[in-house]
């Protein structure tokens, strides 16, 4: 315990604790983003496939994005864009993290998505297309905003698992929550004090995460009765 003290507050040790929360932090919110972003547009084209033919063709294309993403590992993903598909493109090993965990996250919430616009009422989308907008124009400024409040809750479970995820950041070269403390317990030769730590700043992070999302759930409950 006083080795471990000593390191931490003397030593720099939480340094290597903050740029590893920073880290997390940065690759679960962004990811998030991503994900929303590219599972939006995923969703929407699987629900346009009825009504084009040019739609199903893509909608192909994201059943295999979704069933690949979903169905490997996320080291596994992480392991062949870090080491095949990324190594010469210069971009720093974070920004890669990001990328990957986004393509990750996108491919779950291209399904979430999917369900939120199919529970949007179809007179929303019929009564955009009455007032001359355009079905694509409809799903981005009438549907999916509505979509979107429906599937908030998800979104927030989608975003606590993907921070928890982030312990594996580590295994390329990022440092994340999990390779910040195990640095620092490797450096104090003590597993018990560090590793409790970590476990007590994901609990912690969690819970704020939580907390914000049935805030955001309680205003838009508000909203919708205003």
Do not use: C, H, W
């Not at 493109?89 to 890669?96: A, F, I, K, M, W």
């Not at 030769?189 to 590793?195: F, G």
């Amino acid at each position: 315990m006083e080795m471990f003290l000593r390191y931490f507050i003397t030593y720099g040790g939480y340094k290597t604790a903050l740029l590893g929360l920073r880290n997390t932090l940065i690759i679960a919110i962004s990811g998030l983003v991503i994900g929303i972003i590219l599972g939006s547009i995923v969703a929407a084209v699987k629900v346009a496939a009825t009504r084009s033919r040019v739609a199903k063709v893509f909608s192909y294309v994201g059943d295999v994005y979704t069933t690949v993403f979903r169905g490997t590992p996320i080291i596994v993903q992480l392991m062949i864009f870090y080491f095949i598909i990324f190594p010469k493109t210069g971009l720093s090993d974070l920004l890669q993290v990001v990328i990957v965990y986004g393509l990750n996250s996108g491919a779950y919430v291209a399904e979430i998505m999917r369900g939120g616009i199919l529970s949007v009422d179809i007179g929303q989308t019929e009564a955009g297309r009455t007032l001359g907008l355009s079905y694509t124009t409809t799903m981005i400024k009438v549907v999916i905003p509505q979509a979107v409040k429906n599937v908030v809750p998800t979104l927030g479970n989608e975003l606590i698992a993907l921070t928890k995820d982030t312990s594996v950041a580590g295994y390329v070269a990022t440092m994340d929550l999990n390779a910040a403390f195990s640095a620092i317990a490797g450096a104090t030769y003590d597993v018990l004090i560090p590793y409790l730590m970590l476990a007590a700043v994901y609990l912690i992070l969690v819970l704020i995460m939580t907390f914000i999302i049935r805030f955001v759930e309680r205003r838009l409950r508000k909203s919708e009765r205003r």
